[in-house]
């Protein structure tokens, strides 16, 4: 009688369809499968300011496992919005959970990081003023607050602090 621990089941790379990444997540669940689409947050320049907006880490790419034991691969190809699973030769293309745990806690530590700040500025940062009356000019960012940033700009031959709305800002 051999006392081995349980193996669980590879995750399996799958395909999916363009933009279609978070309708074949639904699809692969309601099939009882364990899924996994790592996301992106980033800051994205709005009309009003700026706003964290999530992406595709892998566009176009998914991960999934099977739910319960004896659980068949062969369903996710006619899954809607899924090409099929990415494959070498005639074997499917596998991650063990090591290598998933590492990119979930990349996401996460990517998202705690952007969640950390209420823009997307950090002292010492180059940006350009790209709205407003000092529209044109550039400087570095000397501190950070909820709605505005100071900025250290040349004016008259020194160095000034001025205090600009985030929204008029970009990164340089």
């Not at 400087?139 to 709605?147: Q, R």
């Amino acid at each position: 009688m051999s006392l081995t621990a349980p193996t669980t089941s590879p995750w399996y790379v799958c395909f999916c369809k363009p933009r279609r990444e978070s309708f074949a997540l639904r699809k692969l669940e309601e099939q009882g499968y364990e899924v996994f689409l790592p996301l992106l947050t980033q800051w994205e320049k709005a009309r009003d300011g700026w706003q964290k907006k999530q992406q595709v880490m892998f566009p176009r790419y998914c991960f999934l496992r099977c739910g319960r034991p004896g659980q068949s691969i062969a369903p996710i190809r006619s899954t809607p919005g899924i090409s099929g699973l990415v494959t070498f030769g005639n074997l499917p293309a596998t991650l063990d959970e090591a290598t998933l745990e590492a990119l979930r806690s990349l996401v996460e530590k990517q998202a705690r990081a952007v969640d950390a700040g209420a823009t997307p500025f950090r002292s010492g940062d180059p940006v350009a003023i790209a709205d407003g009356p000092l529209k044109g000019m550039s400087g570095i960012v000397s501190a950070v607050a909820a709605e505005r940033v100071t900025v250290m700009l040349s004016l008259l031959g020194r160095e000034k602090p001025v205090a600009v709305p985030a929204a008029h800002l970009t990164l340089a």
